[in-house]
């Protein structure tokens, strides 16, 4: 696999694998953070961040969200790779459909944005990148963070008046993102990447443990954290949304489809539908890419063709407590 060391492409550098077999996921180096406050490096600014995504890829996917949701599009732009990674990592292929160019320094590769944030990186190259145009460099490559910066420090540039991150709440959103992500983010990737039996199997016993967990939780409240719609449910919702298309068959997460959940797939029904959400799935980028990038799972790159899911039918949550935000639903109205 491929990575930079000391700011060289390397394609023989990174495994991903430990040695006992289990799924080994590097932290994101850049880690700056965007603060409403006049001493900040990094203030909000409209037009002044630049998001780079790909489409396949739920960590990015989270970001892409948060920011329709909040109605941050005028205000942060972006960039999106090919769903295809091969071993020059990702790349901009702009005549590819969904694909842009670079918008911001017309690169081929994303990798150069890395090298001139940090001509001595050493690290994977992966998607989010949020990048500065005025400093020119990346201020963070860590999807929850980018999120929580959306969702807390870009105040009045965002067009709708939703919080993702409401007071009263952060205590038990916290409590939820690290409670998904270890056996239902992470853990598909533990499932699928995993290259012996026994991790597989932890990973397998940890995902649809907790999936049934949240399957219970989901019978009587609308959202995770309860009536209201949160950071917490876009990052339950990229993985629920990737899961039969793609995890259930390519990484072996075949205990159970999402659609056979009485509560999960309603849920993932009802976020799906929630106004703005919708546009940002594009689910033959999520095929493309996990299909055909990883030769050690998928070694022919041959797109699985099903399933054909309903997202648009009927979720019938209207009746639990709570409601998608209410400038979501007046500013779809008015479209
Ligand atoms: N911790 C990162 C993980 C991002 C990540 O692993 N992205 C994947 C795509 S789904 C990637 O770009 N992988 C490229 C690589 O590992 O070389 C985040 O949540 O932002």
Request: net charge negative; proline share 6%; glycine share 6%.
């Amino acid at each position: 696999m491929n990575m930079l060391v000391d700011g060289e492409w390397r394609t023989d550098a990174y495994e991903t694998a430990g040695e006992d077999g289990s799924f080994d996921r590097q932290e994101a180096p850049f880690r700056d953070w965007i603060r409403d406050d006049p001493d900040a490096e990094y203030q909000p600014e409209a037009g002044r961040y630049h998001l780079y995504v790909s489409y396949a890829c739920p960590w990015a996917h989270r970001t892409l969200v948060t920011r329709a949701l909040l109605g941050l599009e005028d205000a942060i732009s972006v960039s999106v790779v090919d769903p295809y990674r091969g071993d020059d990592g990702w790349q901009f292929t702009p005549e590819k459909d969904g694909c842009t160019r670079d918008h911001v320094r017309d690169a081929d590769f994303l990798r150069e944005l890395y090298v001139e944030a940090d001509p001595n990186a050493t690290c994977r190259v992966t998607v989010p990148v949020l990048w500065d145009t005025e400093r020119e460099t990346i201020v963070n490559n860590e999807s929850k963070e980018i999120m929580r910066m959306f969702a807390t420090s870009f105040g009045d540039l965002a067009t709708h008046d939703v919080d993702l991150y409401p007071e009263g709440y952060r205590e038990e959103i916290d409590r939820i993102l690290e409670a998904i992500y270890e056996p239902i983010n992470n853990g598909v990737y533990r499932a699928g990447f995993a290259t012996e039996q026994a991790p597989y199997d932890a990973a397998i016993d940890d995902l649809f443990g907790a999936l049934e967990h949240w399957d219970d939780v989901l019978a009587d409240q609308r959202y995770l954290a309860g009536d209201r719609l949160t950071e917490a449910d876009i990052a339950m919702f990229t993985t629920l949304v990737r899961f039969d298309n793609v995890y259930h068959t390519h990484f072996m997460c075949n205990v159970q489809y999402i659609r056979e959940y009485d509560n999960l797939w309603p849920y993932l029904r009802d976020l799906y539908q929630t106004p703005g959400v919708a546009e940002t799935v594009t689910m033959a980028h999520i095929k493309e890419h996990y299909y055909t990038t990883h030769p050690e799972v998928t070694p022919h790159g041959i797109i699985a063709r099903g399933p054909d899911l309903a997202f648009d039918a009927p979720h019938d949550r209207d009746d639990l407590p709570g409601e998608p935000p209410s400038a979501l639903v007046t500013a779809s109205a008015d479209d």
